[in-house]
């Protein structure tokens, strides 16, 4: 048995650069449970190879994509992005959250 404990308010305390996944968990060998922190912006990217999650901990984090539609996500709220959508996310301030995407993520970054 492979059990896995993880504080995620002591990790992401811990972590003071201005932006940085660490990984959490596995799921089954194909999923990764990362926390994220930002304080500031991702610019814009998509996976052509992975949905991805998004969970609010802590702050809050605007999602933009590129028909202009946005989304303010705030503590406890979620975000489902398809894979192959181009987004960015901008922190407001100093923000934490769930990531969850396939193990082998690939992500392009794209000027806008």
Known sequence: MNI???QLDKISSEIK???KHVQIAS???KYHVKIAVNDVAFGWHYHSNSDEILIVLE???RVEFEDDTSFTLEVHDSLFIPM???HQTIPIGRAVN???EDIDTETT???N
């Open 98 to 100: 769930l990531v969850i």
């Open 84 to 86: 192959g959508t181009r």
């Open 109 to 111: 970054f794209e000027e």
């Open 27 to 29: 799921l089954n060998n």
């Open 59 to 61: 702050g809050t984090i």
């Open 17 to 19: 650069e201005h932006h």
């Open 4 to 6: 896995s404990f993880s």
